[in-house]
């Protein structure tokens, strides 16, 4: 079974530039996490979704960041305009919304450098 | 609130020497679940094991063995025999409820060196 893909694996850009990332979770699943990590700030929860529908986007950092749900098999994560310190590894998980079930699944992340 | 400790930020072994890393929680439900995820150099995050509250039972895969008590709020994991691809960054995460759905509370991670 595929698991979570994600898309571009890594990206170089230029501040000021927007970035575009991108998650397919796994078909089935009906809640979807965006995670950023850098070494200084560890693991940080951006946003997640419960059918397509945003729960908590309390992480979000700034109005620079935005992401969509638009079905079942498809998220993005888009920062405009984009910083260097938004420089990070940025992982997309999906999982099944039940007690018990509530495993997430990672994606291999993307690498985003804004220079 | 709901918060998970990994005290041990690094931890360095010799190949074959056991090695336990530590994870300590609070929560106030009286239903939760506890993970493990191993992060290898390469970057991912993998999966490695789920727990209720409900089950302490001790697990054991492999090399691998996790002790949950409830009484201590404690689910260690230890590594028997380390090798050196065993060296990565483990996270111990709980879930908690929110609208219908369920995310993670994640620990800072633990970073494991096993030298040859």
């Known amino acids: 079974d595929a698991g979570v893909i994600q898309s571009p694996r890594h990206e170089v850009t230029e501040m000021g530039q927007e970035v575009t990332l991108r998650c397919k979770p796994i078909s089935g699943h009906n809640s979807l996490f965006w995670y950023r990590q850098t070494m200084m700030r560890g693991l940080e929860l951006l946003i997640y979704f419960n059918n397509n529908v945003p729960i908590d986007d309390s992480g979000m950092p700034e109005d620079r960041f935005s992401a969509k749900m638009p079905n079942a098999s498809f998220s993005t994560l888009k920062i405009q305009p984009s910083e260097p310190r938004d420089s990070a590894v940025y992982f997309c998980a999906s999982s099944w919304a039940a007690r018990g079930e509530e495993t997430q699944y990672f994606g291999p992340g993307t690498r985003l450098l804004v220079l | ?116």
């Open chain 2, 1 to 116: 609130a709901q918060k998970v400790t990994q005290a041990q930020t690094e931890i360095s072994v010799v190949e074959k020497e056991d090695v336990t890393l530590d994870c300590v929680y609070e929560t106030r439900d009286t239903t939760y679940y506890l993970f493990w995820y191993k992060q290898p150099p390469s970057g991912e995050l993998v999966f490695l094991i789920r727990r209720n509250s409900f089950d302490e039972q001790n697990e054991i895969s492999g090399r691998y063995s996790w002790n949950f008590q409830k009484s201590t709020s404690s689910f260690n994991f230890t590594i028997t025999a380390s090798q050196v691809v065993d060296s990565a960054v483990y996270f111990c995460a709980l879930s908690e409820e929110f609208s219908g759905t369920y995310k993670y509370i994640f620990g800072t991670g633990t970073r494991l060196k096993v030298l040859a």
